[in-house]
């Protein structure tokens, strides 16, 4: 049997700042506000040349020198990313040619915030065919460009950034399952509902989003797709040793952990520092942690998204 296996990760945030005490002098809202709502601090915003393939070239430098691979030893590269630099080409064929590399398969793959899952569940399968055997995959946004900065509602809650791993082929997994979800009929609910026609914006082309109703969808599918992907290996939530849910703020995963019974001690959150970063949210928060220590080889980790569309889904990985 082939499996996969993540060998490697890096991220990469922009270096500009914004508190929350930065908005407050900007917008009517407050750190107060913020923070008890969010968990939110602070975020970090994109310059002006900034773009996801930039900071997903950064990212993906610190994955490759991670696992101690060349990037001409990828063969696979899965971009996740609601942002892209161009309508096309993709934000992934952007990145190979700035990895200095040609030839292997490379595309974006868009389910918002549960991006990241999706392509490695996807990243996983492609090499569980026997197909590649060395995959980079990546979640990258600059969410700032699509906020509108007068709806308070909305543009507190996000930060750009981009996080890398490099997934390759081992006779042991790494990835143990993975389960992933859509339901279309909740469009609607959080959306950037516009378009570029005959030169011209039409639609609106800002995030929207009806804040309670997706809490309450997240916590719910975020608690169900767990307990399937356990399922679907044979383990239970006590074998879980890291939950690093989509980080879109610290009340949905304190309420997924609950859930789940599992102690907040178990969280990674790094939404406090880096805010919502989209598809970037959990592989920044994955590489964070095996960063500074707390996940270790042979750990058990839930990787969950969840986000526009809805999509959903999660994969059990074990380092
Ligand atoms: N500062 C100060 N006041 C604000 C702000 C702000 N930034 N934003 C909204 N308010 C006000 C509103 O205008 C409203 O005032 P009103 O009562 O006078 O009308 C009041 O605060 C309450 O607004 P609500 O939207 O009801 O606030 P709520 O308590 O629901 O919190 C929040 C909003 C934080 C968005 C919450 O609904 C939430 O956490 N939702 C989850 C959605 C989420 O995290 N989305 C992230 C993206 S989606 C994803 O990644 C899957």
Known sequence: MIYSRIIGSGSYLPRNV??????ARRMDTSDEWIRSRTGIRQRHIAEAGETSSSLALEASKAA???AGIGAR????I????STPDYIFPSTACLLQAKLGIKGCPAFDLQAVCSGFVYALATADLFIRSGQHRCALVVG?????RILDWNDRGTCVLFGDGAGAVILRADAKPGIMASALHADGSHAGVLSVPGNVRGGNVTGDPFLRMDG???FKFAVRVLDEVARETLAKCGRQVENIDWLIPHQANLRILEATAKRLDLPPEKLIVTVDTHGNTSAASVPLALDVA?????IKRGHHVMLQGVGGGFTWGAVLVEM
């Not at 030893?73 to 696979?76: R, V």
């Not at 990258?140 to 700032?144: D, G, P, Q």
């Not at 095996?290 to 707390?294: F, N, Q, S, T």
Request: hydrophobic letters at 50%; glycine letters at 6%.
């Open 73 to 76: 030893d990828i063969d696979l």
């Open 212 to 214: 309670p109703a997706v």
């Open 18 to 23: 914004v508190t929350n005490g930065d908005l």
């Open 64 to 66: 490759i020198a991670s």
């Open 140 to 144: 990258a946004e600059v969410f700032s």
């Open 78 to 81: 899965i971009l996740a990313t």
């Open 290 to 294: 095996l960063r500074d220590g707390r």
